[in-house]
């Protein structure tokens, strides 16, 4: 029964196979392709099915039904050898700066720039060297303890669901992020300064608990982060449902998001998927970065223009907070359903994705995808996919992949399409 629960913890906390008895182990993914889009430019990507990395992990037998395991995994862009992936285009994400009228334009141009610099980073603002995850644990007969950077147990349960396993221009991910994209904070994919409890059980059910304390988060600006998961993989089920829930630096509640769905193993041939997503957010983290980008990136160029120091504080506080509270907000559900169809030595793939805005401006998406993927061996595959995302209102989603947000679309309410053609190779 021990051994039965190790065993299963031990793949619960690892993407990668389970280790040796007492081992050290570098793996990592090499993942690069080029991507057509419409409005936007012909692109060398790095990671487009999977976020290339690399990385070192490994446990000891403690005895008695104890080990010991940690596990570092760094970002690597082989496009160009940083740590810090780009927006597939630089088109300007126009939602988060709507109503901001009598804020004079060449002001707007300005924040536009420092909300979103042109090629600026889009991920790892940090610079973090393992960014993707930095965590030592200890596995119990009664469960494992974490501590570290990890996946929130919320993503867990939409990586499962999402057809295109959070990869590709494909994934369900990209029209998920909240109207103002990247710029506002869509999901807690991992939450630093984290605590979390896992336990696995031989007969599929599983489950884990996560708290973050003051600095936790997917930026590390939360007050405190809760999250919660039960999964079940048995009988060809891979399913579950997740809760994701922080609190901004008063301490009121942030963002909150809520998974359901997984996978079904039908046969040889077919895996059917299937998700649902709830995303509420009234009080961003991001809005205190903003308020800073004013103060020390707008206001001194202010008041070299001569613009009296109760001018600006009436931009600021009347005009500029007001309008970004508001456009930070985020009430949205989406679903997904595909589907993958063994043929040879490769997978054809295939969903739709709908997302549903329930704030006034109504900004709903909907994303087709499909692609086939090529495995030349256990470790090496080659993928295409195409993905046409129909938004409507002021939505602006465009294509992205599995290292780098797509970045908005050439106007609101145009349509995002993309064509890649990549090649992964795991070792």
């Not at 196979?17 to 690069?32: C, E, H, L, N």
């Not at 403690?62 to 970002?75: C, D, P, Q, S, V």
Request: with cysteine; aromatic share 10%.
């Amino acid at each position: 029964m021990k051994k039965s629960i190790l065993a299963a913890l031990l793949g619960t906390c690892f993407a990668i196979p389970a280790f040796a008895q007492t081992s050290v182990q570098i793996y990592g993914i090499a993942d690069a392709g080029v991507m057509w889009q419409k409005g936007g430019p012909t692109k060398i990507y790095s990671g487009g099915a999977d976020g290339s990395r690399i990385g070192f992990k490994g446990t000891e037998d403690l005895g008695n039904g104890y080990k010991a395991i940690f596990n570092l995994e760094a970002r690597v862009e082989l496009d160009t050898g940083t740590q810090q992936p780009t927006l597939m285009n630089d088109n300007p994400g126009t939602y988060l700066l709507r109503g901001m009228n009598g804020i004079p334009p060449a002001v707007l141009t300005r924040l536009q720039s420092l909300i979103q610099p042109p090629n600026g980073p889009a991920v790892n603002q940090e610079r973090a060297l393992f960014d993707r995850t930095a965590m030592v644990g200890l596995i119990t007969p009664m469960g494992a303890i974490l501590l570290g950077r990890m996946y929130t147990p919320g993503y867990e349960v939409f990586n499962k669901a999402d057809t295109f396993e959070s990869g590709t221009g494909g994934t369900w991910g990209h029209v998920t992020g909240g109207t103002a994209g990247f710029t506002a904070l869509g999901a807690d994919i991992r939450s630093q300064e984290a605590i979390q409890y896992r336990i696995a059980l031989p007969n599929g059910i599983g489950g884990s608990l996560m708290y973050g304390p003051k600095g936790s988060g997917y930026l590390g600006r939360y007050n405190k982060f809760r999250a919660a998961a039960v999964t079940y993989a048995a009988n060809g089920f891979d399913v579950g449902i997740g809760y994701n829930h922080g609190y901004d630096q008063q301490n009121r509640p942030s963002l909150r998001t809520t998974t359901v769905g997984g996978s079904y193993q039908l046969n040889e041939t077919w895996k059917l998927f299937a998700g649902f997503h709830s995303q509420r957010n009234s009080n961003s983290v991001l809005i205190a970065d903003y308020t800073a980008g004013w103060d020390t990136g707008v206001a001194p160029a202010l008041t070299q223009l001569g613009i009296p120091a109760a001018t600006q504080a009436a931009l600021r506080n009347n005009i500029f907070l007001p309008a970004l509270r508001n456009n930070t907000q985020q009430d949205a559900n989406s679903y997904q359903v595909g589907a993958h169809y063994k043929v040879g030595s490769g997978r054809i793939m295939a969903q739709y994705a709908h997302q549903n805005d329930r704030t006034p401006t109504n900004s709903d998406a909907n994303l087709y995808a499909i692609g086939y993927d090529h495995f030349l061996s256990k470790r090496t595959d080659l993928y295409t996919v195409a993905a046409f995302i129909k938004n409507k209102g002021l939505a602006q989603y465009a294509p992205g992949t599995a290292g780098n947000p797509g970045g908005f679309t050439e106007t609101p309410g145009a349509d995002g399409r993309a064509l890649q053609v990549g090649i992964r190779h795991r070792f």
